[in-house]
T-cell receptor, first 112, second 117 residues
Framework: SQQGEEDPQALSIQEGENATMNCSYK?????LQWYRQNSGRGLVHLIL?????REKHSGRLRVTLDTSKKSSSLLITASRAADTASYFC????????????FGTGTKLQVIP | DGGITQSPKYLFRKEGQNVTLSCEQNLNHDAMYWYRQDPGQGLRLIYYSQIVNDFQKGDIAEGYSVSREKKESFPLTVTSAQKNPTAFYLCASNPGGTSGRGDNEQFFGPGTRLTVL
């Protein structure tokens, strides 16, 4: 079964707006990762946040992690048309270090 | 260029045939993975290998087989026992393997789209 569930399933925004995607998971984790997938392509790793971290930034990306609520959010600021893609969270469980479980993804459309 | 290659990009199979999907990496990574992605869905783990000559079943291994004879290569065979093989197949790797070194960030290939005719 899927460990992570993203919300919303789909999101459509205007260029320049911020996009926020959420991920909830069920069991204790070692870390949580966010990936991006352009249509028909492989996934690209965006950012990893460890279980003892609460917030992480990378360029226009901001990720938060709340282990008490078993949830994470990905914020993309000042979105661009090129950000149009599907975004997936993936969790690495405590003790199952080499195995990550992917969520169902959020499909983001940025309208120019 | 370092990276992961998958071939072919598109593959068509007749019912009852076995087909093998290729995955090669030159990143010197110990761990390699095969995922299946259905339309509008997330990724489901088929098999993974943490080191040469060793592999484990993932969540949906039935109807699939793998081998890991070389560090660089992790081919996936979709057998006739897989009843619904039409999907997008993704191969990935990460450095860690059994050493546990580094984080388990995954590097993905471009994928193979398999269609059963």
């Amino acid at each position: 079964s899927q460990q992570g569930e993203e919300d919303p399933q789909a999101l459509s925004i205007q260029e320049g707006e911020n996009a926020t995607m959420n991920c909830s998971y069920k069991t204790s984790i070692n870390n949580l990762q966010w990936y991006r997938q352009n249509s028909g392509r492989g996934l690209v790793h965006l950012i990893l946040i460890r279980s003892n971290e609460r917030e992480k930034h990378s360029g226009r990306l901001r990720v938060t992690l709340d282990t008490s609520k078993k949830s994470s959010s990905l914020l993309i600021t000042a979105s661009r048309a090129a950000d149009t893609a599907s975004y997936f969270c993936a969790t690495a469980p405590s003790g199952g270090y080499q195995k990550v479980t992917f969520g169902t993804g959020t499909k983001l459309q940025v309208i120019p | 260029d370092g990276g992961i290659t998958q071939s072919p990009k598109y593959l068509f199979r007749k019912e009852g045939q076995n087909v093998t999907l290729s995955c090669e990496q030159n990143l010197n990574h110990d761990a390699m993975y095969w995922y299946r992605q259905d339309p509008g869905q997330g990724l489901r783990l088929i098999y993974y290998s943490q080191i040469v000559n060793d592999f484990q079943k993932g969540d949906i291994a039935e109807g699939y087989s793998v081998s890991r004879e070389k560090k660089e290569s992790f081919p996936l065979t979709v057998t006739s026992a897989q009843k619904n093989p039409t999907a997008f197949y993704l191969c990935a790797s990460n450095p860690g393997g059994t050493s546990g070194r580094g984080d388990n960030e995954q590097f993905f290939g471009p994928g193979t789209r398999l269609t059963v005719l």
